[in-house]
């Protein structure tokens, strides 16, 4: 079954800094789609950034890339300029197409905290 | 154009009641996803319907527990006798059925079980 880790539960950053999450999954599948969610504490659920799996290129959504290392199975979303209300729950997914189902797949999610 | 709308946003249960959740997708959306998300965890898949059939519903609860999409009208899950391990926050998101499937979200549903 596939597997998304976040296997950092808390980070901060100073506003205006950088700050970059890692998110790390396992698949035997060659094409997949990858995404970060953000979940203020509104808890809506906000897409952040999407990735295909076949395209090279990182993704890029305004202050929000990512680092998409598909060898070593790796996800990582880097906030540029950060900003009080980046301060949110950071979840990795990934698109599972198994079976005929389109379902996600959540890491247990990142707590990002944003310092004046 | 309207996102995904859930209501309730709160829903407040006793034991063995049964709770309604409903779920109307993004206008133009045929796929509805059910999810549920548990105190300091992540969301965690239930069930995946398009209109009038359920695709995949490996993370449902084997009792208790259903859902459906009919061809007029919002996305209902039900919980029957509900438990108080029942208590979560109940996602639902939509897609439009394209390949790229990006699923929007709703606000959710705030399910407490007293």
């Known amino acids: 079954a596939q597997t998304v880790t976040q296997s950092q539960p808390e980070m901060s950053v100073q506003e205006a800094e950088t700050v970059t999450l890692s998110c790390t999954y396992d698949?035997?599948?060659?094409?997949?789609?990858l995404f970060w969610y953000k979940q203020p504490p509104s808890r809506q659920m906000i897409l952040v950034i999407r990735q295909e799996a076949y395209k090279q290129q990182n993704a890029t959504e305004n202050r929000f890339s990512v680092n998409f290392q598909k060898a070593a199975k790796s996800f990582s979303l880097k906030i540029s300029d950060s900003q009080l209300g980046d301060a949110a729950m950071y979840f990795c997914?990934?698109?599972?197409?198994?079976?005929?189902?389109?379902?996600?797949?959540f890491g247990k999610g990142t707590k990002l905290t944003v310092n004046p | 154009n309207a996102g995904v709308m859930q209501n309730p946003r709160h829903l407040v249960r006793r034991r063995g009641q049964e709770a309604r959740l409903r779920c109307s997708p993004v206008k133009g959306h045929s796929h509805v996803y059910w999810y549920r998300q548990l105190p300091e965890e992540g969301l965690k898949f239930m069930v995946y319907?398009?209109?009038?059939?359920?695709?995949?519903e490996s993370g449902m609860p084997k009792e208790r527990f259903s859902a459906e999409f009919p061809k007029e009208g919002p996305s209902i899950l039900r919980i029957q006798q509900v438990v108080r391990g029942d208590s979560a926050a109940y996602f639902c998101a939509s897609s439009p059925g394209q390949d790229t499937d990006t699923q929007y979200f709703g606000p959710g549903t705030r399910l407490t079980v007293l």
């Open positions: 997914a990934y698109r599972d197409t198994q079976g005929g189902s389109e379902k996600l797949v």
């Open positions: 698949t035997s599948e060659s094409d997949y789609y």
């Open positions: 319907l398009q209109k009038e059939n359920i695709i995949d």
